[in-house]
């Protein structure tokens, strides 16, 4: 049986456990003014204990898969694998990128932020839990979602 997880948009910034993921969510509001933030507007220097959680997608096909611009060497670690400049579906681990898409579709239907978390990884092999995304939209012109910025807090055994 697969470990139970939640998915939802983000409702209020109380709901996030993580700080880490609060500054990221701040972060993103100022940078968008009250619009979703386009590519760019995000300086992740200005986050620097959220860079190593971080990633960051390129939607491809409308969301049919997506290109991995960044990810941070703890996200790297967590997952077990070195994902920038590789696809979700290229990763070669189904689990994994299952779950990964529906993370990362969830705030283009949603336009909005989209908190993921789950008690358990369903990645064989990698020993996490107590596991907290937040996935953030950003869209260069206004309409299309084109990027998903994001980070993973999670708890290593």
Do not use: K, N
Not at 90 to 95: M, W
């Amino acid at each position: 049986m697969e470990p139970a997880y939640e998915l939802a948009p983000l409702t209020s910034r109380a709901e996030l456990r993580s700080p880490l993921l609060a500054r990221l969510l701040d972060h993103w509001i100022s940078a968008g003014g009250g619009t979703i933030p386009a590519p760019g507007t995000i300086d992740l220097t200005e986050l620097v204990e959220v860079v190593p959680y971080h990633w960051c997608f390129q939607v491809q096909d409308g969301g049919a898969d997506f290109l991995c611009l960044s990810s941070g060497a703890e996200t790297d670690r967590t997952y077990g694998i070195a994902m920038t400049g590789r696809t979700l579906l290229g990763a070669g681990r189904l689990s994994f990128a299952s779950r990964a898409m529906l993370v990362m579709r969830a705030p283009m239907r949603e336009r909005r932020p989209v908190r993921f978390a789950s008690e358990a990884t369903v990645i064989p092999d990698r020993m996490f839990y107590d596991i907290e995304a937040l996935s953030l939209p950003l869209s260069s012109d206004g309409r299309t979602i084109d990027q998903i910025l994001g980070a993973t807090v999670a708890r290593h055994l």
